[in-house]
């Protein structure tokens, strides 16, 4: 895992997770702890401006915490088009709360799997991306690595992107609107080299979360994301 870089994001204000982020920090040398903004916390410039700016632009607010993520990534994302090596330099981007479930395949296997790729996923939407049958393959014994469908990825808790990547990101997320992680609402299917790993080897730990929670809808979360996978599973098998 030595030659793996990225960020871990993590806040003073989340004393419980602290041990886990350092654990995570022992194994990856490379890996920089990032302290998270969290509005409620300190002050943030515009955050008013940026709630109202979400609300005429999505029909929502954002809540604090999601701006904080949002603000986050973008730090990093900076950080990355500032300082990587070459335009295929990747940087894994962790959460406080995540969970690498596959630690061994990730340390041999993450060059391998994103140079192909601007943008790939570790894992997302707490196990539900999938991937287009025609673009997919096997690895590593039960893994299937490919293109996902970009309605399925979702969660910043293990992805990893290259300059050309963190710049796009940058450019889209510059007006404030939607959560960052909904990248379905920044990006078009084909404008990244898109790249998944099912099932993944980044999880998210269980947990409350601190972000905030989202609006509610009309049916329950558990029927509404089984609806969303068939349909999905659909779409990616025809493609």
């Avoid at 004393?15 to 194994?27: G, M, T």
């Avoid at 041999?108 to 996923?121: E, G, Q, V």
């Avoid at 959560?179 to 080299?193: G, S, T």
């Amino acid at each position: 895992m030595e030659s793996i870089k990225g960020f871990i994001i993590h806040s003073v204000h989340e004393p419980a997770r602290a041990a886990h982020v350092e654990s995570i920090l022992n194994q990856f040398s490379h890996i920089k702890r990032i302290e998270a903004i969290y509005p409620s916390q300190q002050k943030v410039p515009f955050l008013a401006k940026m709630i109202e700016c979400s609300i005429n632009r999505t029909g929502k607010a954002l809540t604090h915490g999601e701006i904080g993520v949002l603000l986050t990534n973008r730090w990093i994302w900076h950080q990355i088009v500032q300082n990587a090596t070459d335009e295929q330099e990747h940087f894994l981007i962790l959460e406080s709360d995540s969970l690498i479930k596959e630690p061994s395949l990730l340390a041999k296997d993450f060059k391998t799997l994103t140079n192909a790729y601007d943008l790939f996923y570790f894992g997302g939407w707490l196990g539900h991306i999938q991937l287009f049958r025609s673009a997919r393959k096997k690895w590593a014994d039960h893994f299937l690595v490919g293109e996902p469908y970009i309605k399925t990825l979702c969660s910043g808790y293990g992805y990893a992107l290259n300059k050309r990547a963190a710049a796009l990101m940058l450019a889209r997320t510059k007006k404030v609107g939607y959560a960052f992680d909904e990248v379905r609402r920044y990006l078009q299917q084909d404008e990244l080299k898109l790249g998944a790993v099912v099932p993944e080897w980044i999880t998210q730990k269980p947990g409350e979360s601190m972000i905030g929670k989202r609006p509610s809808i009309w049916v329950s979360d558990a029927i509404w994301r089984t609806l969303l996978d068939l349909r999905n599973w659909i779409i990616c098998y025809f493609k």
